[in-house]
Structure formats: C-alpha cells, structure tokens
C-alpha cells in the first residue's frame, strides 16, 4: 500500500517568517502535486512535479521533488496570512487514474 | 468555465433517514472521485469511476454506502440509512485521463448526521 507521510501536522507562525514542509514516502511516484485547500473550500493545485530532483517556484512557494521520487517539500519564503490554509501533497502511482493524498499539514500565519 | 457542481452544500439529517448526494464533473473528464474529509482522517478515497464504470470501489465504508455514475455527466453518492459517524464533508472531484492526473474539487458536501 503505498502512504504519504507529511510532517509537521499543524504549523502556527508569524507573518515574515520561512516555513518548510515535508511529504515522505517508501514509494516511487510517477509525479507528485501539492493542493491548497482554504476552510469551506476544495483542494485546488499548486504545482505538479514529474522529475527527480525537479524545482518549481511559484512567486513565494518554492516545490521540491526528490532525486529518487518517493519524497518532497514545500518551502515558503516571507509567509503571509494568506497562505493560510491545509497544504496536501498527492502523488500519482503509476497506470491507476487516482492519487494518492497525505494528510495534510495545516498552515496558520498570524499578522 | 463551471467547475465541479456538488449539491447539495449542506445537509442535516437523523439518524436512520437516507442521504444522497450529487455531483456534476467538468465536461470531458474521464475520472470521477468520491472522498470523504475529517479531521481525524483527512482526506479518504470512496470509490472512482473511469468513463462511467466504477473502478475501485474499496475506500467505500460498508453495503450501507453506494454510489452511481449513470452518465458522463452525473453521479450519486448514498448513504442508507445514515449514521452520526457518517458526518463529514463529501468532495467529489473530476479529472482527465493522461500521464499527470490534476483532480479539480468540487466545493464539497458538509453532512451532519444527528
């Protein structure tokens, strides 16, 4: 069965501050993505990354795909309140259509 | 474009009484899903569907929960008869076939079951 570990569970920060989280499995993933999703709301898409070792920015998110494609991380630089929200990292096994989804990691930047 | 239509947004019910939820997909999609999100869990796969045909159907909680893709643009998902630990939110979600699998929400379904 393949799992998706993301760590931490809850993150509580101040705005300004750099953040990191982790998205960690023993599986090899074709491509990984990570959602978004804002209270009341679905997951919406960030970013998918497909290559081992893959970087991909967006404005202040910084996405990251390990060499061997069983891991990943998300790095926010200058965090603001509206980055809040529950940040899920997803990836794709192989012919199956699903995707596998972690947990979560819920995001809390205060002013 | 309309993204993923789920009706209805709330639902309160008793105990015992059925529930059905609905869902449209975005048109052209392969791919329909069914989760269930708590905070205990996060974010559960029901069953999936693959051109109207239910492909993997072993997230699905017990015989007391069903769910049907009649057409390519419509899908149920029941719950008979319902109980308080069927509360939740429903998210039905839609993608298209291919090597990178983005799935677009829908806004979700929040039930409570008394």
């Known amino acids: 069965t393949q799992l998706l570990e993301q760590s931490p569970q809850f993150l509580s920060i101040q705005e300004g501050e750099n953040l990191t989280v982790y998205c960690n499995s023993s599986s090899v993933f074709s491509s990984l993505q990570w959602y978004r999703q804002e209270p009341g709301e679905g997951p919406v898409l960030l970013v998918t990354v497909v290559t081992g070792g893959e970087v991909k920015k967006l404005k202040r998110l910084t996405f990251q795909f390990g060499d061997a494609r069983k891991d990943s991380s998300l790095h926010i630089t200058a965090a603001q309140p509206g980055d809040t929200g529950l940040y899920l990292c997803a990836g794709a096994g192989g012919s199956q259509g699903n995707l596998i989804f972690g947990k979560g990691t819920k995001l809390s930047v205060k002013p | 474009d309309a993204g993923v239509i789920q009706s209805p947004r709330h639902e309160v019910t008793e105990m015992g009484q059925e529930v059905t939820l609905r869902c449209k997909p975005i048109s052209g999609h392969d791919y329909l899903f069914w989760y269930r999100q708590t905070m205990m869990r996060g974010l559960e796969l029901l069953i999936y569907f693959n051109n109207n045909v239910p492909i993997d159907d072993s997230g699905m909680p017990e015989d007391r929960f069903s769910a049907k893709m009649p057409n390519a643009s419509f899908s149920t998902l029941k719950i008979q008869p319902s109980e308080p630990r069927d509360s939740a939110v429903y998210f039905c979600?839609?993608?298209?076939?291919?090597?990178?699998?983005?799935?677009?929400f829908g806004p979700g379904t929040r039930l409570l079951v008394l």
């Open positions: 979600a839609s993608s298209r076939q291919g090597v990178v699998k983005t799935q677009y």
